[in-house]
């Protein structure tokens, strides 16, 4: 079993952008809004900025209070969509109920949606057109093409269809050739089919909800789970158990998660590529 | 086994439509282009055309030489997108190789997208928006739920990965809370995955390529095939073999291809109803 390090692979990322950043005179900049106080946002905008940090990219958090109305957060990302500094803008997740999340993300010029959320970024990465892509699902296929595991004909079983995780994938997969089965909620007979899966993907966020016997031997389980539990890291995977019987493991923390960082740091500067263009 | 008769609900479809027409003072317009002479276009816009007729809907069928530049085609459409008169337009497939099919097809507005093919629509329907959606795929939904066949929790297998069948099938079965699994070329053992389907959709273009010993007992099984041999038209899927073990089965011709006109008449009603909002 050998475990896939997302960890040091975003390291080496993050140290090729940042030698990549040190020769532009002007630099890519990234704009990240948050709305209200939620304490886990507070720790991914500030994984973001220390991202920004190391590589030498510009870093603005802006830091709205919790009752703004959805239309001065739209005006707000107009004046950004146009302002010529900003190379990439990120909403972060969750934002409060009176703001209509998928307008907000619609807003976002596409050529500075650094999270792939936008409905034309979406149908770009559909129709296979090189594109802005969701963070967390290109983290798991460079992970994979890092460890030299081929995909092209395999059978990738998802757990989870979200936007940003679950339907971004079975995109992703099939673009490079793979058969896909997307798992949910709704799923009769879960286990049947995470059972045939060559690469499992689990992105529910149901702390070790998948047990060795919902595994294939020798499998390639990806876990994009984060549970928090008595301040302590849990996968959607049964980690200990799992990963005795596949061929590569993802951890929890040090896989999927910093992935999706090293990934938000190639789409901003994808983003000042296209924007300079 | 029950035959599922596209054909008789198309012509349900039509006659609603029509009647809700009658009542409307300005007749919604479907533009249809054709650059060319291919023959099996010919029969394509033809049946619009009488689709249109039937209906009541303005239409206009442009025929361009073979031999057009793709920009001269981008004006056309730009034209079209700003001609209050016209509710949808199609272009239809295939076009010359000097043309970008994906470039004319994006030009098109969203709002008069009646194929649902742009890049904005195709995010739309996967982030589960209510938008103009591709009209093979709506059919073969459609003509499910006529026949109360139920989608949420079963295992849906689709052959095929086209952008304007399999993929957005994957969304609108995923939508309704189907589990999903999408095949192709590069699928290894295919049969021991069509075997799993409860729903089967076949839409590769390759005379009956699905036998009888691919098929689970009592699956539903969707054709989506048109393979012209001799004058005579068959699926992709060995019907009468297929049809002895399934529950229910769509005929070809008769079954999908009749409802993709059907869905198309929708489709333009719909964008006419969102471009006079």
């Given at each position: 079993m050998i475990i896939l390090d997302g960890k040091k692979l975003k390291q080496e990322i993050l140290d090729e952008l940042k030698e990549e950043v040190s020769n532009l005179l002007i630099k890519p900049k990234l704009v990240v809004i948050q709305v209200g106080d939620d304490p886990a946002s507070d720790v991914y905008v500030k994984q973001k900025g220390k991202m920004a940090e190391y590589i030498g990219y510009n870093f603005e958090h802006i830091k709205l209070p919790s009752d703004i109305l959805e239309e001065e957060l739209l005006t707000l990302i107009d004046k950004l969509n146009d302002d010529?500094?900003?190379?990439g803008i990120l909403v972060q997740m969750p934002?409060?109920?009176?703001?209509?999340a998928k307008t907000v993300q619609n807003r976002v010029i596409a050529s500075k949606d650094v999270d792939g959320l936008t409905d034309i970024n979406t149908g770009k990465l559909v129709h296979n057109n090189d594109t802005l892509i969701s963070c967390t699902p290109m983290g798991i296929v460079d992970l994979l093409k890092e460890y030299n595991?081929?995909?092209?004909g395999k059978h990738v079983v998802i757990v989870g269809r979200s936007d940003l995780v679950g339907k971004p994938l079975i995109n992703l997969f099939l673009n490079n050739d793979a058969t896909v089965t997307v798992c949910h909620s709704?799923?009769?007979?879960l286990e049947s089919i995470t059972k045939l899966a060559d690469i499992l993907v689990v992105a529910i966020?149901?702390?070790?909800?998948?047990?060795?016997?919902m595994v294939k031997d020798n499998a390639v389980v990806i876990d994009v789970g984060i549970n928090r539990d008595n301040n302590k890291l849990y996968g959607d995977v049964d980690f200990s158990n799992v990963s005795k019987k596949s061929s590569y493991i993802t951890p929890v923390?040090?896989?999927v998660g910093p992935m999706t960082v090293a990934e938000l740091a190639k789409n901003v500067l994808k983003a000042y590529k296209i924007n300079r263009h």
């Open positions: 010529k500094e900003v190379s934002l409060p109920s009176q703001i209509n595991i081929s995909i092209k709704k799923t009769n007979n966020g149901n702390k070790e909800f998948v047990k060795a016997d923390p040090g896989g």
